[in-house]
């Protein structure tokens, strides 16, 4: 399994304006929708069940990172998006600071196994430091296609 696979070039923004953590799902929900992995009519039910998994406790873990994610009717498949704040989004983080890099994972509810697979890909990359960094430093869509796939392929 590849991030690229389940993460479409539409669905990925290097300058998210979203300033808290509702905002910022609400604009990575309308990623998905622009990319049409997601109908525009299904979006407010994705909202509502990400900001309920978030109830549950922040998905923002830390150093910089969130990665909201939930799983729903309303996808077909397993879905992601890529956000880049240069500000830094109010995310309730473990670590108390802001969030930059956010990477949004949905999930058809009957499809736990590939949903845990796709959030621990997700996971791995972001452990590392440099991964982090060059993505952060990525200044538009094809920088961060570039990056997520070569390491994609080492990890």
């Known amino acids: 399994m590849k991030i690229l696979d389940f993460l479409p070039k539409e669905a990925i923004s290097v300058e998210l304006a979203s300033k ?8 990575l929900v309308e990623l998905l929708v622009r990319s049409k992995k997601l109908e525009p009519s299904e979006s407010e039910k ?12 922040s ?10 994610h939930a799983k729903t009717d309303a996808v077909k498949e397993v879905v992601a998006a890529f956000g880049k704040s240069n500000d830094g989004v109010a995310f309730d983080a473990l670590d ?12 058809p509810t009957d499809a736990s196994s590939l949903h845990i697979k ?16 060059v993505l952060r430093k990525a200044a538009n869509t094809q920088e961060v296609v570039k990056v997520i796939a070569e390491e994609d392929t080492l990890i």
């Open 46 to 57: 994705v909202i509502k069940v990400l900001l309920e998994r978030e109830e549950l406790g």
């Open 20 to 27: 808290t953590k509702k905002e910022a799902i609400q604009e």
């Open 59 to 68: 998905t923002g873990i830390g150093q910089g990172i969130a990665i909201p």
């Open 118 to 133: 796709a959030l621990a890909k997700i996971s791995r990359l972001l452990k590392h430091k440099y991964f982090r960094s």
């Open 96 to 107: 108390g600071k802001p969030v930059y890099l956010l990477f949004l994972l949905v999930a």
